[in-house]
């Protein structure tokens, strides 16, 4: 053999070429011949009782785990997690927010009485103020409520089932099984689904993770999605079966998100973030009791609290710039509406309008407040404000306004696919540490989301 023939590149050359030869299964199986050994061996040597708690853990993985069981189980516990998370976040949400706007009436009260001038009262309670009670009165009900469960989860030992549950999916898209983890976080806040990227090793890996775990809804686009549930989708059935039809609809608006994760992620792998999925093995843990101490801390000091904070801090900005827009005039309208008709034109080219794209505008800040922000440029008032019922919410905007179907599954489309909020975007940025992929992971939601809201735009009105 000549020297040429023995390289170091040749060598390595040699060996990719071998490698791809093996086939994309098998490191899974030398994992399986290697525990298969290790099962005959230990047959073979130790002699002893077996192990109740370990037979129990056996016999709930068999069904948690099994190709039949597995992904329905998953799907069950997680929509229960969803469901108590909307409905036990209902009634704390109203009471928190009773409180928190009665502390700014009162404090507006103050002001006036001391001869402070109508826009200092205004731009600090009424817009500054209002943005951040917005905020907190809509995040933290559902946090404090999701983040816990999904604590217990984890703490039980069931996390780890889901991610050996979803790897084969996220292995054929490229990315790895612990994106499901990740992407389960993400139904909290998006901003800690990227915090839960961690738990990945491989980079490339971690970094499809943290670009795509904005398809997932966060509790800030619950309230869009659930009006437009509930107005468009239950008001077309009987009353008996309207809230399980707008469940229904919220569901498939999820489940939409998770299948544009595994899209996006297949197609990151396949381009700019080119690799092999990594093996991954993974040991399931015995289940085991939550520890109560762990659960809270983590769930309301680690994880609430954190993120609150920082929503908190974007959100101030966009209660001021609420109000500047709404107050301030430019000749007869006030620059909220000069904002509006600018804007028109590309709201109804994607299918929804002027006022809804600005509200996306004011709302990167904080998703919670597109709605209030709505509401406000709709009926023209001065700060951000919600009618008190559906039925109103659906006379304005059908009736006065002159929404459609196409509208609500325009805005439904966009809710679910838009650029994350700058909570997001500020721990994307901490967490990658690259100007680059912060603004990818900001732009390509919002491109993808201005892509499929245009088609499905131009075809409803083709074929109306």
Known sequence: MSASATTPQSVLDRADGLRRQLGATVRDDMVAALYEQSSIIVDRAVKGRGSQNWDLDQRIDRVVTSQIFGLPIMLLILSCIF???????????????????SFEDLAAGWFDALGAPWWLTGFIWHGVYRGLAWVISVMLPPMAIFFPVFTILEDLGYLPRVAFNMDWLFRKAGAH????????????????????TRVIDSPRERLIAILTNNFVPCNGRYPTLIMLAVIFVGAAFPPAFAAVAAAGAVVGVVLLGVIMTLIVSWVLSKTVLQGEASAFTLELPPYRRPSILRILYTSLIDRTLFVLWRAILTAAP????????????????????????FLEPFGWALGLDGVIILAYIIAIPANEIVVPTMMMAYLGVGMMTEPTSYDDIRRILVDEHGWTLLTAVSLMLFSLLHNPCATTILTIWKETRSARWTTIGALLPLAIAFVVCFVVAAVWRLVA
């Open 318 to 341: 966009a209660g001021a710039v609420i109000w500047i827009l709404a107050n301030v005039t430019w000749g007869d309208a006030s620059l909220a509406q000069h904002s509006v008709d």
């Open 177 to 196: 099984g612990k994106q499901a983890l990740t992407m389960a976080m993400g139904f909290g806040c998006n901003a800690a689904g990227v915090i839960a």
């Open 83 to 101: 469901y108590l998370t909307i409905l036990g976040a209902n009634v704390p949400s109203a009471m928190l927010a009773s409180l928190l706007f």
